[in-house]
């Protein structure tokens, strides 16, 4: 079985659907400050790749959170629809954008060290802080 399939998907208005040609079964949550306040919580994603289509993006407005990523949304019902690295032109999207799979499993967590102790998750997953993020992801 492989690890990815393509994932079909939309923001809550209908207006940008998405399709990921390689969209990953495994999902993580990412706790840092910045995910919490654009989500109002933890930001649950899958990885995308780089081969990523969209209908309807005229309706993408983007906001570069930092030198190296930038966040997409929806500029008609506000659906948070990527987070993209730049250099890669890598899409970590929200899983649920793409509805319900049997096939996702939950097994990693980044940024832990930033996450609040008013919440927790059962599910045994790899876990990494902000620094380690930093030196596995962040172009130097």
């Not at 040609?21 to 840092?32: D, F, P």
């Not at 570069?64 to 890669?88: I, V």
């Not at 939950?106 to 919440?119: A, C, S, T």
Request: net charge negative; charged share 20%.
């Amino acid at each position: 079985m492989s690890n990815t399939s393509i994932g079909h998907g939309h923001c809550l208005c209908g207006k940008v659907k998405v399709t990921a040609n390689e969209m990953s079964h495994s999902v993580g949550t990412c706790h840092c400050d910045m995910c919490r306040r654009w989500t109002g919580g933890p930001l649950m994603v899958v990885d995308c790749g780089a081969d990523v289509v969209f209908e309807g993006a005229e309706n993408i407005k983007t906001y570069e959170s930092s030198a190296w990523a930038e966040r997409g949304f929806c500029a008609n019902c506000g659906n948070h629809l990527f987070y993209r690295l730049k250099e890669s032109n890598q899409y970590i999207m929200p899983v649920g954008i793409f509805g319900n799979d049997e096939n996702l499993v939950f097994d990693h967590q980044i940024f832990i060290d930033e996450k609040p102790g008013y919440y927790c998750f059962s599910n045994e997953t790899q876990n990494m802080t902000g620094a380690e993020v930093f030196a596995k992801y962040a172009p130097e």
